[in-house]
């Protein structure tokens, strides 16, 4: 019988428009548990501090966030107004957490959306390297769970 590992997610780019990428990496099932069991209180989750914690985590990277869009998506801030709105901010985690602790509810929203999206893609993408695989090879390859015309 052949041992088949489960590959890994790899991190995928979100887009929230005007040219602001967010890059979000799946942290696996074993610490998300970890993460939901410290945020618990009196048998009840902090669901706040827990997406806070995930997005923090889950966050790797982003690319295109400048002064303008930031104060799109933060709910209160406010820029020196010499700023040059054009100006991309580079990422750090400590970037990171000012953009989380300051994001409006649509951002913060966006981005937990889009963790939870990354196993749906995750299984596009595997099931499109295995259609490639199978037109390359000429042998038919369907990955478990779908079904396929003999």
């Known amino acids: 019988m052949l041992s088949i590992k489960k590959a890994a997610i790899k991190p995928t780019w979100f887009d929230w428009g005007d040219g602001f990428e967010v890059q979000v990496q799946d942290i ?8 939901v069991e410290k945020n618990k209180r009196k048998d009840e989750t902090d669901w706040t501090k827990f997406g806070k914690e995930l997005v923090m985590l889950s966050v790797t990277g982003w690319k295109g966030l400048t002064n303008r869009i930031l104060l799109q998506v933060c709910k209160a801030i406010e820029l020196d107004p010499s700023a040059n709105l054009d100006e991309e901010i580079e990422f750090s985690q400590e970037n990171l957490k000012d953009l989380i602790e300051n994001a409006s509810p649509t951002f913060n929203a966006f981005l937990i959306k889009s963790i939870g999206k990354l196993p749906e893609v995750h299984n596009q993408l595997v099931a499109q390297e295995l259609e490639n695989l199978s037109h390359a090879s000429g042998i038919k390859i369907a990955p478990k769970g779908l079904t396929t015309d003999n």
């Open 28 to 35: 696996g099932q074993q610490k998300r548990d970890y993460l």
